[in-house]
């Protein structure tokens, strides 16, 4: 029984990093393509990071 549940914890880990690798890549393409006021930057920096968190809370 461990065994499985250290298997089906690795996955949720992976699939944890997996969020947080793809919402700083998309983080980094916005920032790339806007390049234009700090506030609207880190508006969306903060948006895109709460989603990627309420994403991984509720996983």
Do not use: C, Y
Not at 27 to 54: D, M, V
Request: glycine letters at 2%; zero cysteines; charged letters at 20%.
């Amino acid at each position: 029984m461990s065994s499985e549940q250290q298997s089906e914890k690795t996955a949720e880990e992976h699939f944890k990093d997996g969020l947080a690798l793809a919402s700083w890549v998309t983080t980094a393409k916005l920032l790339n393509l806007i390049k234009k006021p700090l506030i609207s930057t880190r508006i969306i920096f903060l948006l895109i990071l709460t989603l990627a968190f309420a994403t991984v809370s509720f996983a």
